[in-house]
């Protein structure tokens, strides 16, 4: 049997999807409301193939708990947020599940790491809790890092069909977490040490961020020298070496905007590229409001409340709003101006989150002159008509409509 501890973004999919390929799983996580939800049959978050999964798990016995469970394999998916100053990682979760299933765990069990940490975490903050309590790792527990790769919005699919990696102080249980992962993942699942899979996670995310932002940097570039940014990346990415991501109005999301600065805050000094490109992200959120004031003045419209902001989540297609740009420009907003709040609307955020959050479309519409397209949902790209008439800056570049302003 697996005990999966933490039923959020990744853990909740992992434990349905063990459970769907007849693997034994109790899912665990300490907010009971969550439990009591998942336990009447209902989805936690929004996320396609989701409901499917969650009923073929419960079919297949799957049990929710918020009890850790005795069993010889633990599989910890908690979130593992960063220090806003030192940009360290703070491990707090990752360390209290581990202490938990110490309380409980029989002789030789194994247990897995998902969350993604900092290289070198689990030799500083996970094998010391271990020690301290006169267990020997290797002998009385093992501890492995697997660390996640699906992306929200297709996590279904990718768990399915990503490959993996697997790091282990000792190939034979590396060996079985992989045969144990098999059961459901059909891509290559690589069989590493600890540090290596620890810092392989963080750097694929850092390429992300870092591509990203020479992206980003290209529209603020052209945008001061009046050029096109987007013709400019359709046809340099006719290149056969040359593959540049879209420009954005910021990076969010639990994963990116945080991995790379694990990298800054243990490597201070060699970790330059991380840095700037960091920075330039993180810039991104102030640059669409400059560009917004910029059209506003351009347009006439002297009133901020009649500017509306679609889009509160970090990307399409998905309810999650974590680090999101709009929740930046928010945020900004606050400390610059104060004063009413922005009409923002998002029909993936069904709660209330901002003041000044709309939940109908028409009404959002009925009261704005300027829409800022921050996030290309499904539901904006079927519904752009709706916008004519409307002076619109589009972030994503996904509105064809005559006079749209772009980054
Ligand atoms: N974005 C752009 N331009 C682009 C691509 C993305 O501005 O061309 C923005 C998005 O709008 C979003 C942010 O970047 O705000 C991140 O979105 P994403 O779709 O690139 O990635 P995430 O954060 O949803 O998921 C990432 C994935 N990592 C990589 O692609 C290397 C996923 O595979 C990881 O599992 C996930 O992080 C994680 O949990 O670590």
Known sequence: MVNIIGLGYIGLPTALM???????????DINESLISKLKEGQITFEEEGMSQLLSSAIRAGIKFSTEYQKTDMYIVAV??????????????????????VLEVCPKGAVIVIESTVSPGT????????????????????HI??????????????????NSRTVGADDAIVGQMVKDIY???????????????AEMTKVVENTFRDINIAFANELAKICRSDSMDVYEIIRIANKHPRVN???????????????????????????????????K????????VLERTREIMREKGITDVSRVGFYGLTYKENVDDVRESPTLQIVHLRDRSLGGTPL??????????????????????????????????????????????????????KICDLPETYFL
Not at 18 to 28: C, D, L, R
Not at 122 to 141: E, N, Q, S, Y
Not at 148 to 161: A, D, F, K, S, T
């Open 122 to 141: 689990i030799d500083r903050f996970v094998r010391p809790i271990i020690h301290a309590k006169g267990l020997r790792v290797g002998v009385d527990v």
């Open 343 to 396: 009409k923002i609307f998002d029909p993936w955020v069904r709660r209330d989150i901002v003041p000044g959050q709309y939940h109908d479309f028409d009404a959002f519409l009925n009261d704005v002159d300027l829409v800022v397209i921050m996030v290309g949902h499904s539901h904006i790209r079927e519904n752009m008509h709706r916008l004519s008439g409307k002076v619109v800056l589009d972030t994503r």
């Open 280 to 287: 330039i992200n993180d810039s991104m959120p102030e640059f």
């Open 79 to 100: 979130p593992t947020p960063y220090d806003n100053v030192s940009k360290k990682i703070d491990p707090c979760f990752v360390t209290t599940a581990v202490a938990g």
């Open 144 to 161: 492995v890092h697997a660390p996640e790769r699906i992306i929200p919005g297709n996590m279904v699919y990718e768990l399915e069909h």
């Open 18 to 28: 063990f459970a769907s390929h007849g693997v034994e799983v109790v899912g665990t």
């Open 182 to 196: 098999a059961s459901f993942c059909k891509g290559e699942i690589v069989v590493t040490d600890i540090r290596t």
């Open 244 to 278: 540049i991501l879209q420009p954005g109005p910021g990076v969010g999301g639990h994963c990116i905007s945080v991995d790379p600065w694990f990298l800054v805050g243990d490597y201070p000094g060699l970790a330059n590229i991380i840095l700037a490109a960091r």
